[in-house]
């Protein structure tokens, strides 16, 4: 199945390099349960393309450098949920929506190489079988047999995008449907919900006592674009101390989190590629749901809308101002 | 090259902790041009202040507490070390912080670090000094050094660049070394102006015009990196080997100690290993030192 | 310090308990909240850390794996303070305001255990780095000289190692002062410096002192087990000639390549954060009114502000630079100024990067490339 679905990425692939400088998509892996992001720039390597379920970096990562770097068009194999960083950026006009071309490959649900890896202890994979409902996997102990609805991305489990929503320019559509089983978005929000103030501060005390502060988290959004011109890093005014202490860092993660307002996909990048495995994704999810409540806005679905925080209204509906006096 | 363990030498370095600065005291502040300052301090200390001595072409950490410490080469005249002149462009968060500093305030220092102009297995050869902006500072202790042991050396030429007469850095050495016998100095602007009477042209132009003899010389040049990189393929131009042309590089520098591992051009480390590299030494480094 | 000797596997939580009395002991736990493994302070998980796995406390002793990040902050911790300063008036001459420069420093005494070789050739680069040099960074070599090592002999290879191809062995036990070996119901102890003798000595009541027979046993055991571990990871990674790389990546200096393996790099420093030879740091200043301190923290290299000076200008401005720059200071320039490489082949690197960079492969690619 992903072979025949790799053949048609690379079809439509050659049929929009040419008008494209540089392609980027998912190439074979350091090992057999990584995939490596890849970018191309002959049409004669499109071959190293591929698709599966392990493809489950974001590629729009790339979209903004890309497109300061190359004079011309950037092409872009992306899943639909990665598509909405795309539409993010265009809609912030931080990329023209001409000079990215959308590879959309329809998607039943990516596997988070990081949960079958520390399911197995760490252990060297020899080999990868991925199939629908199983995983066979090949240890120096022998063959085993995972099942794969226990490893898929946890933004899967709650994934509610429609393929046609994320059309692009060009659509691949998967013959599989999302097979990750449901399960509450807002869940883990609601846990810590539960719990009295005390507890919450407790909480992310812990969480973030555990962070080497090494900007993975923001460095690979693929909208915090002004990474090279950090407010955290800016010794004039000295807002942010270096040092990794439990309160700096939240204050950092605090930060990110105002600056994406209105503006994250949800990707769940972030907390993908902490090597801390700090539940960061909580903190936007919130954000996110007070974004919804308030401004009825869900971030890179629509090219033309303008986040809220990027508009001004004299009145917001959902908003009650307090009379100043 | 001179390459005596620094260490070895007399100065604050030596102490155990080589992060601690010795605080010293600003003395005076001359505007030299519009944004670039400099500053003379005097170790506050006055143990540490007899013993004390650097050579031409070694640097230091200054330091404003609050701010942050920056690199600056020691630019007076190393047969004085009891007042220390640095000379900073305002561009950074330090540098503002050090322009602004007056005269009674104090600041941390830590030096001397690095290695120096080798001007002893110069003598006996015709000097030609090459800088640009406020890349003169380097090079300025040097100049005195070869005009206060004059007989030592031949021939000493200056050519010194700068964008308008208004960017020329210490326009009082340079009123002094014009009327001087002992050092020729010839003195070039980017764009022709009222009432300059002198060079006009880029450095490395000028430098081609002048056509100077590599014949026992050794030529130094210091300036923004684009001029290092232009003047450098003059004189290669020009006949120069590569063993007699120096230049004092920078980058960004942290401990000043060889550990901090930031200021590494290839394996070399500026700290310790420069700030002053013969073009020979430089060519053997793979990465580009521009 | 030929002595051997025995530690029942039982006596090994009282034997770090007492340790733990005059020293911070860390050892390689697992949280359980987290999954995570890393080496924390006995004395602060004490009540919540299990010995064996079915305990259900939240941390549980993990001498297999390799822990996440090195253990190169109990001696280099990421950050840490150089001086306090502070602004005073002189009160003589209220005009005349002084500054008052003081440093202090704690250098516990401290105990890791369970190190895995890769780790302890990894001290041994930092204490070169460090110890080593026109001058000695005392804030490092303080903890570091009240620092002893106890180590593990390594049976399992993971995912990413690759110890043997850069020149390490899982039993090489060459930079620690105590080397175990899990020997069925208990630990056999060697001893190799005159610390690890002192620690050895002192912890009598739970180490035995093996006869010599037994004692040339386990021995030749221990070099059974390290030469079949060896021979386990090197069937997996052939060893590149170490003394050679410097000179082949001097001569790939230009290749190609570099464009091609590094342009996925997000220049995030999760892999130089969690390398145990990583050992670059920054230099900064916090001032809160009148008084501040001065204080270093690590710094990453793959960082576009890394190099980027003040006038603007940025040596390494974009990231194939950065990364070039990188590899060849782990494979090439350290190798050049140190005479090691810098790399022991944790694969802590491979295993963090969030976007799949493989830096054994990327090395091979390049060398492999080496024309322009």
């Known amino acids: 199945m992903a072979k025949k679905l790799t053949e048609t990425i690379i079809a439509k692939a050659e049929e929009l390099f040419d008008q494209v400088e540089v392609m980027a998509g998912y190439s074979k892996g350091s090992n057999p349960l990584k995939v490596s992001p890849c970018f191309i720039e002959k049409k004669q390597d499109l071959d190293q393309l591929i698709f599966d379920k392990l493809c489950i970096n974001n590629l729009a990562t790339y979209a903004y450098r890309l497109s300061k770097q190359v004079k011309g068009n950037i092409g872009m194999v992306l899943k639909p949920c990665d598509a909405k960083a795309v539409n993010q950026l265009i809609s912030e006009e931080l990329i023209d929506r001409a000079a990215c071309k959308m590879l959309v490959v329809g998607c039943a649900g990516v596997l988070d190489h990081q949960k079958i890896s520390r399911h197995l202890g760490g252990a060297r994979v020899f080999s990868a079988n991925i199939g629908p409902e199983t995983i066979e996997v090949e240890t120096a102990e022998g063959k085993k047999e995972l099942k794969t609805a226990d490893f898929y991305a946890d933004k899967c489990h709650w994934c509610s995008i429609s393929d046609q929503d994320m059309g692009g320019d060009v659509f691949v559509e998967n013959q599989q449907k999302l097979q990750a089983p449901k399960k509450d978005r807002f869940e883990d929000v609601k846990q810590l919900e539960k719990l009295d103030l005390d507890q919450i501060e407790a909480y992310w005390k812990d969480e973030f006592s555990r962070c080497i502060r090494c900007y993975a988290c923001r460095n690979v959004c693929p909208l915090e674009v002004c990474q090279d011109q950090c407010i955290v890093h800016l010794d004039f005014p000295n807002w942010q101390s270096q040092k990794v202490v439990p309160s700096e860092n939240k204050f950092f993660q605090l930060i990110r989190v105002m600056h994406l307002a209105g503006r994250c996909v949800e990707c769940g990048e972030c907390q993908r590629v902490c090597p801390q495995n700090i539940g960061l994704l909580k903190m936007m999810k919130k954000m996110n749901q007070q974004i919804e409540t308030l401004f009825n806005f869900t971030p890179g679905m629509d090219v033309e809308a303008k986040p809220p925080l990027l508009t001004y209204k004299t009145v917001e509906e959902n908003i009650e101002e307090e009379e100043l006096i | ?290 | 310090m030929e002595t051997i000797y025995t530690l029942k596997k039982q006596d090994l939580k009282p034997w770090l308990e007492s340790l733990a009395q005059d020293s911070d002991v860390y050892v390689p736990a697992r949280d359980r909240d987290n999954s995570l493994v890393d080496f924390f302070n006995l004395s602060e998980i004490k009540d919540d850390l299990g010995f064996g796995q079915g305990q259900e406390k939240r941390y549980v002793l993990d001498l297999v794996e390799k822990t996440k990040r090195s253990p190169k902050q109990v001696m280099y911790p990421h950050w840490e303070d150089l001086l306090d300063f502070s602004y005073e008036k002189d009160p003589e001459n209220i005009e005349d305001e002084k500054i008052k420069l003081s440093v202090s420093q704690e250098a516990p005494n401290s105990i890791i255990f369970g190190l895995k070789s890769c780790d302890c050739q990894a001290i041994a680069k930092m204490d070169a780095v460090f110890g080593q040099g026109i001058v000695k960074d005392p804030y490092y070599m303080k903890r570091r000289e009240n620092t002893v090592l106890i180590s593990l002999g390594c049976d399992t290879v993971f995912e990413d190692c690759f110890c043997t191809a850069v020149g390490g062995s899982p039993y090489g036990f060459d930079h620690t002062d105590l080397g175990l070996m899990e020997d069925g119901d208990h630990y056999v102890v060697f001893v190799y410096t005159k610390k690890g003798n002192a620690l050895a000595q002192a912890s009598n009541s739970y180490l035995a002192k093996a006869d010599a027979k037994d004692g040339q046993d386990y021995k030749s055991r221990m070099q059974e087990r390290g030469r079949k571990a060896s021979e386990k990871m090197s069937s997996m990674w052939p060893k590149t000639a170490v003394e050679d790389m410097a000179e082949h990546l001097n001569k790939a200096f230009d290749a190609s390549q570099w464009k091609k393996v590094s342009q996925q790099c997000i220049s995030c420093g999760a892999c130089t954060f969690v390398c145990p030879t990583c050992y670059c740091f920054d230099i900064r200043d916090d001032k809160d009114n009148r008084q501040g301190k001065r204080y270093r923290c690590w710094d990453f290299c793959t960082s576009y502000l890394y190099t980027l000076e003040a006038s603007g200008h940025n040596p390494r401005e974009d990231i194939q630079k950065r990364y070039k720059n990188k590899v060849n200071c782990k494979y090439n320039y350290n190798f050049q100024r140190q005479g090691h490489l810098y790399c022991v082949g944790c694969g802590r690197c491979v295993e963090v990067c969030p976007v799949d960079m493989d830096i054994r492969q990327i090395v091979a690619a390049v060398l492999k490339s080496k024309q322009p």
């Open chain 2, 1 to 290: 090259m001179d390459k005596t363990n620094i260490v070895e030498s007399k100065h604050v370095m030596a102490k155990e902790n080589p992060y601690l600065p010795s605080v010293a005291v600003v003395k005076k502040t001359i505007k030299e041009t519009p944004n670039i300052i400099s500053v003379q301090v005097m170790l506050e200390d006055e143990s540490e202040r007899d013993s004390f001595s650097f050579k031409p072409g070694q640097v230091a950490q200054l330091s404003v507490f609050g701010s942050g410490e920056s690199t600056f080469v020691i630019n007076s005249p190393a047969s004085d070390p009891s007042m220390l002149q640095f000379t900073v462009m305002k561009v950074g968060v330090n540098t503002t912080a050090i322009s602004n500093l007056s005269p009674g305030e104090r600041v941390g220092i830590r030096a001397p670090l690095g290695n120096w102009f080798p001007c002893q297995a110069w003598e006996g050869k015709k000097i030609l000094i090459v800088g640009g902006g406020i890349g003169l500072a380097p090079l300025r202790p040097l100049i005195f050094h070869i005009l206060e042991n004059r007989k030592k050396y031949k021939d000493l030429t200056l050519l010194y660049a700068a964008k308008t007469p208004d960017d020329r850095c210490y326009k009082a050495d340079l009123k002094q070394w014009e009327a001087s016998k002992d050092i020729n100095l010839a003195q070039t602007i980017d764009t022709a102006c009222h009432g300059w009477d002198e060079e006009v042209g880029l450095c490395p132009h000028v430098l081609e015009k002048m056509k100077p003899s590599p014949e026992g010389t050794v030529a130094v040049t210091c300036g923004p990196p684009i001029m290092i990189k232009f003047t450098l393929e003059v004189l290669k131009k020009l006949n120069f080997d590569s063993s007699h042309v120096y230049t004092t590089l920078e980058r960004r520098m942290k401990c000043g100690v060889g550990k901090c591992g930031r200021c590494n051009i290839g394996e070399k480390f500026v700290c310790v290993d420069g700030p002053v590299f013969s073009l020979e030494e430089l060519e053997k480094i793979p990465e580009p030192f521009i």
